[in-house]
């Protein structure tokens, strides 16, 4: 048996956790640079402020209601997602996490020999987070993966569940109508264009896929859509993912920017900051790595950029890759990769976004490089040293040749609204006052 433990609307209760003034008022949260809704709460969700909504056209309308608004806080969210996934390790020998705000467990034996016995574990966990860490969550149980999250959909909007739903404890007939009534596209995986392919052999519903032959689920879909189908039947056939030993296969470092960049020299700064960000990474994972791309854009809603480069495509999405000499975690070298991009440049574009992307990565103690091959300034252990002092003092404390400019560039991500990183920061601890 397996439990799915979901935090409810998680970015807008990681939020509310050090600011109970926000408890009852509908929040939504902002992507970067404030652009866009990328989470709301519940209440806000019901009064029609949908997801990917660019802020600024309904700003006017969301204020009239009394919406909140604040700045992704990705520093608070990592860490209360850690805090939440700590606690539900307690209950299980083998937790799976699946996303910063979900989570597999398997029940543990005990608990499903006992009658009435996962009713209970699931609500202790469930009351246990809200104790604990100050979020509200909600719990499906089932013997598949599948109809675990099922369970725990029903949990979340069938008021009567309080927020846990057993799956084996609901009658046949009631798991029957529930599924009857539940479009295909309701199950974990199966989106809008799977769906039609689905309702074009007859599969509407849920309970339709649990009744269709899987061997014509899978000629017409996949293997996967069939595992699905065989879950929704209660056969285990989907697995955890494998976390190839919790390494990344790659490395990606990419922002819009808070003001657009139109000069080279600009750019310089954004690659060597970046790169030095990369190299910091690889090392707190101890990997290097052997490919660099590094690539810039505009936006694509900005037709004055195709006017002022003369439409060109060279300039307004350009990209390079550098084969890096030996696996490396160097921000020297990393930053050299980098400035290749900068020949495929031109001034005068309004450049959005910029980013590089490191793969062939490879654990760090694998291999020895030969003397001959190895940068003088890479025996110092510099990105080590970065790292170090950054998680420290911050990641804008030090850097190397133009990342280290001051002042800091007017191109970082805008955040006007954030809160308190009252977990990670001295300096934004939260005060209580009795």
Known sequence: ??????????????????????ATVPLVVLSNNDGMVVAASRDAKAMGLDLGEPWFKIRPYAQRLGVIAVSSNYEL???????VMQVLSRYTADLDIYSIDEAFLTVPPHIVREPGAMQTWAREIKD????????????GVANTRTTAKLANKWAKKAAPFDGVCVWPDIATEDRHQLMARLPVSELWGIASRLEKRLNAIGVRSIAHLAAADP???????????MRTALEVRGVPCID???NHDGKKQQLIVSRSFGEKITTVAEMRQ???????RAATRLVRHGQVAKLLTAFASVSPFDNSDRAESGGGRRSLFPQTVARLPTPTADPVQLTKAAHALLPHLSDGVRYAKAGMMLTDLRKADEHQTLDMFRHAHEEHHIADLMARIQRKTGHDTLGLGYAGLRPGPKWQMKREMLTKRATTHWDELVTVRA
């Open 1 to 22: 048996m397996l439990a799915h433990v979901d935090v409810n609307s998680a970015y807008a209760s990681f939020e509310r956790i050090f600011r109970p003034d926000l």
């Open 77 to 83: 969210y990592g860490s209360m997602s850690a805090k």
């Open 128 to 139: 246990t987070l809200a104790k604990l860490v100050g979020v509200p969550v909600c719990v």
């Open 215 to 225: 061997t014509i689920v899978r000629k017409n879909t996949s293997v996967v859509t």
């Open 240 to 242: 955890a993912e494998p």
């Open 270 to 276: 954004v690659l060597s900051i970046y790169a030095q």
